[in-house]
């Protein structure tokens, strides 16, 4: 369903989860129904951007503590 991007095989795979192990994250699943159509229905990530974001946030949590953010703002630029 998501490799193939198919929003269509959604409905049939909330049916079958229904009853199962999985029911408490079906209900939460059902509330943003629309917003995982949307994702299943686009073709593009966002994952790169997650990515940096990510470094970013490790990077500003190692220096907590230790400098101001002149210093944070260099060592993001020298590795960039």
């Given at each position: 369903m998501s490799r193939?991007?198919?929003p269509n095989a959604l409905n049939a795979w909330l049916n079958a989860a229904r009853g199962t192990k999985l029911n408490a994250?079906?209900?939460d699943f059902e509330r943003d129904h629309d917003a995982v159509l949307d994702a299943?229905?686009?073709r593009c990530s966002?994952?790169?951007v997650e990515g940096h974001e990510q470094w970013l946030k490790v990077l500003k949590r190692?220096?907590?503590?230790r400098a101001k953010f002149d210093l944070l703002r260099k060592r993001v630029l020298y590795t960039v």
């Open positions: 193939k991007h198919d994250f079906i209900t299943l229905g686009f966002t994952g790169q190692g220096m907590y503590g």
